[in-house]
């Protein structure tokens, strides 16, 4: 069956103390829940339910229509109600009911109809059925058999903006005596109302209230301003009203600047008075001792001690209450338990491709995305996320690091701006992010006094340090901090306390970097603000200066690792300070300080390479060989080199050529002979490209000769491998077999598993050649498996070009045909073109499929090729 669509009626079901009944009775409940759960499955198949979605022994049912849901409510009520629980004595379920439209994909519903109905359930009591007024006014005069409803009256139910009139089902075999719905109206709370949905969160919930109805006693949720700690916290009361006898209460600090206020704005919150001749204080201890309830205190962070003192008397006093407190820093007392509140999740967009057909739907699935549509609404009701507006949208909630409050007020700017016109002015976020609304607590109106309130709440120390992390790009290590970060009122000693004072402060994260190493990081709006505070200080060059300097000496010592065998492990080390080394090459260059440029680009050429960074490697080098400045012929050489190997490996052959002539006149000059030679080898490589096979041997047997003489293993594998591809086109396949798998062995004894790949690429050419398709395919996979370890998706192009050779070999066509559709997809994304050589095997491969199979055909396959991932390329038939 079909689910069903459009306007859809839901019935949702929980069974009522469950928890209480699985330690009360171990041994036999699961039989109990396994029959309930085969009574309620045959009541739902019956009646035309289509259960979505169980979690736990909750089931969440989709109906077409009202009618037969009533019917299977008080059905499923009556059959639960006959049969004999054995020694459970009874399992009860409360119900609820509610009709509305909600948004389908794939076997699941999403929408406020689904939080609604969720709401309705909450409030019912074991063995009842509440009904919603929407779905009461659809049956009114036409109500299932022997079945009626009685008006509750209206409910503000947990989490819900707009009150719900509640209807009670009621029918023979149906109880009918309740106490009022378990709502919001009538447990005690002083709860507001919210006018907007909220959005995720939902194991920050679980968690809050897993603790609270556990043995903690005091939770702090901890995070950065921004973050959603206060609603999380309203939210998560709400959802626990019903724990609470004696009710759930919310106590706002941000705008209490008294510490000696503290007591008396808590007993304002309780609705109680204080009593003469007794200090707020007591009269609070003995409120507490008597009564079992949550408090939620809000914006505890400027109030920290006489909060903090407060809630060890509370919890001194009595075991009854529970503290939930929300603070950009911990109380830091006995007996407390913190929660970080991080931003929302967030869409990675440095891994997904933007112009994929169903990237609107899979960024529609993001935390960050859903609260920014909502909003959105909100302001401009006929905001939709679609092809158009997603890639913008996307960026506003990246940038913005899926922060609330900023998501928010990026969404209110939609009254006068698009979405394209927002994410182009997030550079100046502080002036763009700010709101009129009057609701709001003043350091939340404006994006601006939002850090300004975390900002004023530092140490002298504190602040130093803060703004001078701001030089760093995309995280630091504690090794850096310490080496770039002191001066003279900050000393490299004291530097671990007084970051553990930022991180404390929810100012800095701590985080695990590619590598494993443990790395601090700001959030980009917290980093903006650090950095214009670095800006004002009159600082910035001088630290500018010393994280160059560093980066510098990193880059050389790393340098080694990126061809050797332990070349994954440092790679990951370079990933994690990518942005940091491209800022300090950029501000060497636009200091003029071009041998440090040099030096800096020179060390991290091969990673980038590696990682497919190549326009922007090349981009790089570029700037730096049109400096005017005089620089070593040593270091304009390995610059040359660099910028020859970017160029060949975007395809652009003439430039590549030229790069790789200078490098070898610049390194013969310096008296680099492994340089030159490697130069040497490269113009051979390009020569065959490029259909010049003479030229080309020429070339290797050069670099190879001076390769032996130096006694350097790389350039001697590198021209074996040159020479196998010549005798290749020359037709001797034994002899190129032979030259490739002697330049292998060599490889591999140097444990460089990059050129590896390369190697085995041409292994597998030959192997195809020789009609050894298994060889060809055993190569290729290996070579698969080094470009996904070292992340170097920039190959898969010519992977899937030689896969689709194999195939063709084989007599596979279809499977060839889709290959190539996978290869010419990659070949688009990346930018890349075919060289000579290339264009011809893609020709020869496509003349062997168009014998084989009609053309609509080809064309068809082709296309099914270009939605394959990259991934599942073994998996292709």
Not at 225 to 254: D, I, N, S
Not at 320 to 347: D, H, M, N, Q, Y
Request: include cysteine; proline fraction near 4%.
């Amino acid at each position: 069956m079909n689910p069903p669509q459009g306007t859809v009626t839901f019935v949702f079901t929980d069974i009522v103390g469950s928890t209480r009944l699985w330690e009360k009775h171990p041994a036999t409940m699961g039989a109990a829940v396994r029959r309930h759960d085969e009574l309620l499955r045959e009541i739902f198949a019956r009646t035309g339910g289509h259960v979505f979605k169980t979690v736990g022994d909750a089931f969440c049912v989709a109906f077409a229509g009202p009618h037969a849901a009533l019917t299977a409510a008080g059905d499923v009520q009556r059959r639960l109600a006959a049969e004999p629980w054995e020694d459970i004595g009874a399992l009860t379920v409360r119900i609820g009911v509610h009709t509305g439209t909600a948004e389908s994909r794939g076997n699941d519903y999403f929408g406020g109809t689904l939080n609604r109905v969720a709401r309705i359930e909450a409030a019912a009591h074991a063995s009842q059925v509440l009904v919603s007024g929407v779905t009461r006014e659809l049956v009114r005069d036409n109500l299932p058999g022997g079945l009626g409803l009685r008006a509750l009256g209206e409910h503000r139910l947990k989490s819900l903006d707009r009150p719900e009139h509640l209807f009670q089902l009621t029918g023979e075999g149906l109880p009918g005596d309740f106490p009022p719905p378990r709502s919001m109206s009538v447990l005690p709370n002083n709860l507001p109302s919210q006018s907007t949905s909220f959005i995720g969160r939902t194991t920050e919930l679980e968690a809050i209230t897993r603790q609270l109805s556990g043995t903690t006693r005091l939770l702090t949720l901890t995070g950065t301003g921004g973050t959603g700690k206060t609603r999380l916290a309203m939210e998560a009361g709400a959802a626990m009203t019903g724990l609470f006898p004696g009710g759930v209460w919310l106590v706002e600090l941000a705008l209490i600047t008294d510490a000696e206020r503290v007591p008396s704005a808590i007993i304002a919150s309780l609705d109680l008075r204080e009593e003469p001749g007794r200090s707020a204080r007591e009269t609070l201890l003995e409120v507490l001792r008597r009564q079992e309830m949550l408090l939620i205190l809000d914006n505890c962070e400027h109030l920290i001690r006489p909060v903090a003192s407060l809630v060890a008397d509370f919890l001194k006093a009595s075991p009854k209450p529970r503290i939930l407190a929300t603070s950009r820093s911990s109380l830091g007392i006995s007996g407390e338990t913190t929660l970080p509140v991080p931003p929302l999740g967030i869409f990675d967009l440095h891994r997904q491709p933007l112009g994929a057909p169903d990237f609107a739907r899979r960024l529609a699935e993001s935390d960050a995305v859903r609260l920014f549509v909502e909003r959105a609404k909100a302001v401009r009701p006929d905001f939709v996320l679609d092809a158009g507006n997603a890639a913008a949208v996307a960026e506003i909630c990246s940038r913005l690091d899926g922060i609330p409050l900023a998501l928010e007020l990026a969404a209110a700017r939609l009254r006068l701006l698009d979405a394209k016109q927002i994410a182009s002015r997030l550079a100046d976020r502080f002036r763009l992010l700010r709101t009129s609304d009057q609701e709001r607590l003043p350091h939340q109106q404006t994006l601006q006094a939002l850090v300004d309130w975390s900002h004023d709440l530092l140490t002298q120390q504190e602040q130093i340090l803060f703004r001078r992390l701001a030089v760093f790009a995309g995280g630091r290590t504690l090794e850096a901090i310490e080496t770039v970060c002191p001066c003279e009122t900050l000393d490299e000693a004291d530097i671990l306390d007084v970051l553990h004072g930022l991180v404390e402060k929810s100012l800095i994260n701590v985080e695990t970097g590619e590598s494993g190493e443990q790395r601090y990081t700001m959030i980009e709006s917290v980093w903006h603000y650090a950095r214009v505070r670095l800006q004002d200080s009159g600082e910035e060059d001088r630290l500018r200066d010393a994280h160059a300097r560093y980066f510098l000496a990193w880059a050389e010592q790393a340098e080694p690792h990126f061809s050797k065998s332990d070349q994954a492990v440092w790679l990951a080390k370079f990933d994690d300070d990518l942005f940091n080394l491209d800022t300090a090459i950029r501000w060497f260059i636009s200091r003029g300080a071009a041998s440090e440029a040099m030096r800096l680009l020179s060390a991290v050429g091969r990673p980038m390479e590696t990682r497919g960074y190549l326009t922007q490697g090349l981009g790089l080098v570029q700037s730096l060989l049109d400096l005017p400045a005089e620089t070593p012929p040593a270091l304009r050489a390995k610059t040359e080199f660099a910028a020859g190997r970017f160029s060949w490996a975007l395809d652009r052959y003439d430039a590549a050529r030229k790069h790789f002539q200078e490098s070898e006149r610049l390194a013969f000059l310096a008296g680099d002979n492994k340089l030159a030679t490697s130069c040497i080898i490269f113009l051979g490589f390009l020569d065959r490209d490029n259909g010049q096979v003479e030229d080309a041997e020429a070339s290797f047997l050069r670099g190879l000769e001076q390769a032996r003489a130096d006694r350097n293993q790389v350039a001697e594998a590198l021209a074996l491998g040159g020479l196998s591809r010549v005798e290749a086109d020359r037709g001797h396949l034994d002899e190129s077999r032979r030259l490739c798998e002697g330049a292998l062995a060599i490889h591999r004894t140097l444990g460089d598993h990059y050129v590896i790949g390369f190697v085995l690429w041409g292994l597998a050419r030959t192997a195809i050649a020789q009609g050894d398709i298994t060889a060809a395919e055993i190569a290729l996979r290996e070579w698969a498996g080094i470009s996904a370890s070292l992340r170097s998706q920039w190959v898969m192009p010519y992977l899937l070009q030689t896969l689709a050779s194999a195939a063709c070999a084989d007599g596979r066509f279809e499977r060839a045909a889709r290959l190539l559709g996978a290869a010419e997809a990659q070949r688009d994304r990346f930018g890349f073109r075919l060289s000579v050589t290339e264009q011809a095997d893609l020709e020869a491969d496509l003349a062997k499929i168009t014998t084989a199979l009609p053309p609509e055909q080809i064309t068809a396959l082709r296309n099914e090729g270009r939605d394959i991932s990259p991934d599942s390329i073994w998996m292709v038939e």
